[in-house]
């Protein structure tokens, strides 16, 4: 399985972004999925997931109502919309799959088995 991360880029404040993650090697439908971000010098941290069943969405509580998760199975892709962009949301952001997911994990990186190699988002004040 690889997954492929694209849409990053330089924006200014209040901008919106659209990330795309597309999987190979195994249908999107077999996985929940996830998208976390790096800023320089900071942990990673988690944004958003969606499960690969029911499609429940669970988001960092302060990006919820600026960023929407969703996947497309037919296209394989899953998707991350960023509106009303401010200068900390610049980071990497990476996509990960996962296999086998419950719901209290899908915060937690180590409970993915796959991830992509991250797309820059800068966003300028």
């Known amino acids: 399985v690889q997954l492929q991360a694209s849409g990053g880029g330089l924006v200014q404040a209040g901008d919106s972004l659209r990330l795309s993650c597309v999987i190979s090697?195994?249908?999107?439908?077999?996985?929940?999925m996830g998208w976390f971000r790096q800023a320089p010098g900071k942990e990673r941290e988690f944004v958003a997931g969606i499960r690969s069943t029911g499609g429940t969405t669970v988001y960092a509580d302060s990006l919820k109502g600026r960023f929407t998760i969703s996947r497309d199975n037919i296209k394989n892709t899953a998707y991350l919309l960023m509106n009303n962009l401010k200068p900390e949301d610049t980071a990497v952001y990476y996509c990960?799959?996962?296999?086998?997911?419950?719901?209290?994990?899908?915060?937690?990186?180590?409970?993915?088995?796959?991830w992509g190699q991250g797309t820059l988002v800068t966003v300028s004040s």
């Open positions: 990960a799959a996962a296999s086998r997911l419950i719901y209290s994990q899908i915060g937690v990186a180590s409970s993915y088995d796959y």
């Open positions: 090697g195994r249908p999107l439908r077999g996985y929940s």
